[in-house]
């Protein structure tokens, strides 16, 4: 079974360009997370989406949103780029709506590095 | 706020070595515990989980019991390969997922 997939795998921008990220998750699964990962840290929490709702978001700026569509598969958006934004972007998916329970398959990242 | 420590790397050890890197917690509720594994180049595995205290998680001769009244989830493992070598993140969940910073695991043959 695939697992979790993400695209591109390496993108570079300019400041105060725009992205868009994408994650497919893992067969079944319908809840699709999103981290940022900068480098020699853990991975920061973004979003989660369950059900193309918003389940959860972390402290990130307005700059960042992301969507969820029908088949299950996200989008994350990162407007007005700065190069503290420069990190791999994870992205994860797992069968629970949240809480404590709830286990993240992560796919490979999608590196991105604004100059 | 909840929280994670991970004791800080880079760890170095000769293969066969006995292997523990140690993981605390900070949490209002009674979260679940986690240990992913990134190696070069690529996104965070799962290595192995415990939902509840007392329960021990365990996976390719890794392993890490949930100790509630020491708030600590180490990472063990008895005998560590070359292949082993990677950074290896506690993380706990509770409303979301939190991970430490990471530690590097480097192993020579």
């Known amino acids: 079974d695939a697992g979790v997939t993400q695209s591109p795998t390496h993108l570079i921008k300019t400041r105060g360009q725009h992205v868009t990220l994408r994650c497919s998750p893992i067969s079944g699964h319908k809840s699709v997370s999103w981290y940022q990962q900068v480098l020699g840290q853990g991975p920061q929490f973004i979003f989660q989406y369950y059900e193309k709702e918003e389940r959860g978001r972390g402290n990130f700026p307005d700059r960042f949103s992301a969507r969820q569509f029908p088949n299950y598969s996200s989008e994350l958006n990162v407007n007005a780029l700065l190069l503290g934004d420069s990190a791999l972007y994870l992205c994860?998916?797992?069968?629970?709506?949240?809480?404590?329970?709830?286990?993240?398959?992560f796919g490979p990242g999608t590196r991105l590095t604004v100059l | 706020g909840n929280s994670v420590t991970q004791m800080e790397g880079p760890v170095t050890l000769s293969e066969e070595a006995f292997l523990t890197i140690n993981c605390t917690y900070t949490a209002t509720g009674y979260p679940s515990l986690f240990w992913y594994v990134q190696y070069p180049g690529e996104g965070l595995q799962l290595l192995l989980k415990a939902t509840k205290a007392d329960d021990k998680g365990s996976n390719k001769g890794f392993e890490a019991t949930y100790r509630k009244e020491t708030t600590s989830f180490h990472l063990e493992k008895g005998s560590v390969q070359v292949s082993d070598s990677a950074v290896y993140f506690c993380?706990?969940?509770?409303?979301?997922?939190?991970f430490g910073k990471g530690t590097r695991l480097h192993i020579l043959p």
């Open positions: 993380a706990l969940r509770d409303d979301k997922i939190i």
């Open positions: 994860a998916s797992s069968s629970e709506p949240g809480g404590r329970t709830d286990t993240q398959y």
